[in-house]
């Protein structure tokens, strides 16, 4: 079994990474901000040794070299980079998002050249922002998304808002991996995970209803009665199950043929519409809460799926043998972990 490296271990889709990890049988050793969140990681797996999993304190990603002593592990053969800001209270476009999405990323990747030559393989969460091309919205029937896909943002576009800066970060951090190994050449591969919106359980023991992921925020604001008057708009229209993505992130360290790929990783379509009416089903007692069912919005943009733009996701099925959770069981779970943490 392999030894790796997580870094982020206390984000929503590293905590799921963590445990495929250790269900799969590889030694851990995850990167957090305080011994507070390493403490709360800790006690979720009482019986696992510390020879199985172990933490180290990395405070700010975008420091240089800020990894230089996380990747210092003997025997260290894989890294999963997660750790990125991914929020939109932002000041500083450049400061608060870009910097330490691109210098935690080549910043971890010069740290395992210089450091760490016995690793063979990093996996790098990205994101589906780093493919898109925003300007053109989802009305785009006739364009497929895939891996050969990179959103064209500029930096000036970047900057003009925190919408622009998020996905800017993502793509220019992708970017700088990718260029990084092929100027660098270093020992090991990269593979790089792109995903839509994420849903799914959150992780109990790392989270609270005031500190989910963006993605699942829309769910926990149906359950609690913040939209009752309008659906809003969907947005992205694609989305995954968190379960799914973190097997991605360890299948590509489990499988050679990941390596020097990029994985556009998507279950398919999904409107806002459409997980009122699952949560209406299987949690009749959020019915108050909810957007009566003759509520405008949140559908798709032409009443169906036929006026989005379409996806090929057959790498990730080809390579990683992914097999897609299905948009009512990820709800459902979802909802049932929020009840869990006080919905």
């Not at 070299?65 to 991914?86: M, R, Y």
């Not at 970047?158 to 092929?182: D, H, I, L």
């Not at 839509?196 to 925020?217: E, K, R």
């Not at 279950?267 to 009566?292: C, D, H, M, Q, T």
């Amino acid at each position: 079994m392999t030894k790796v490296l997580l870094t982020g271990g206390s984000g929503f889709i590293a905590a799921h990474i963590l445990d495929v990890l250790l269900n799969h049988g590889h030694s851990v050793v995850t990167t957090v901000r305080s011994e507070e969140k390493a403490s709360k990681i800790r006690e979720a797996y009482p019986d696992t040794p510390k020879s199985k999993l172990d933490f180290v304190i990395v405070e700010d990603i975008a420091k240089e070299g800020a990894f230089d002593e996380a990747v210092k592990v003997e025997g260290l053969e894989a890294v999963l980079h997660t750790a990125s800001p991914f929020h939109f209270n932002v000041t500083d476009t450049q400061k608060d998002l870009i910097d330490p999405a691109v210098i935690g990323t080549t910043g971890i990747l010069k740290a395992i050249k210089k450091n760490a030559p016995s690793v063979k393989r990093v996996v790098i969460t990205s994101s589906f922002a780093s493919i898109l091309t925003a300007s053109k919205g989802p009305s785009w029937p006739e364009h497929t998304y895939s891996e050969l896909d990179w959103n064209p943002v500029t930096m000036e576009e970047a900057v003009q808002n925190p919408a622009n800066g998020y996905r800017a970060s993502k793509t220019f951090a992708e970017r700088a991996a990718w260029e990084f190994v092929k100027n660098e050449k270093p020992n090991f591969a990269i593979s790089t995970m792109c995903p839509p919106l994420v849903f799914g359980p959150i992780v109990h023991y790392l989270n609270s209803l005031d500190a989910l992921n963006t993605s699942n925020q829309r769910v926990r604001n149906f359950i609690t009665g913040q939209v009752k008057k309008e659906i809003p708009d969907t947005g992205t229209f694609i989305w995954v199950d968190v379960r799914d993505l973190a097997l991605a992130h360890v299948k590509a360290i489990e499988v050679p043929e990941a390596a020097d790929k990029r994985f556009f990783i998507t279950a398919g379509y999904f409107s806002n519409k459409e997980v009122v009416e699952i949560i209406r089903k299987n949690f009749p007692e959020y019915e108050e809460k909810l957007p009566g069912k003759d509520v405008k919005g949140g559908g798709y943009p032409e009443g169906d799926q036929a006026g989005l733009y379409k996806y090929d996701n057959s790498r990730v099925k080809n390579v990683l043998g992914i097999e897609f959770t299905p948009l009512e069981k990820s709800i459902v779970d979802l909802v049932k972990s929020l009840k869990a943490v006080g919905a």
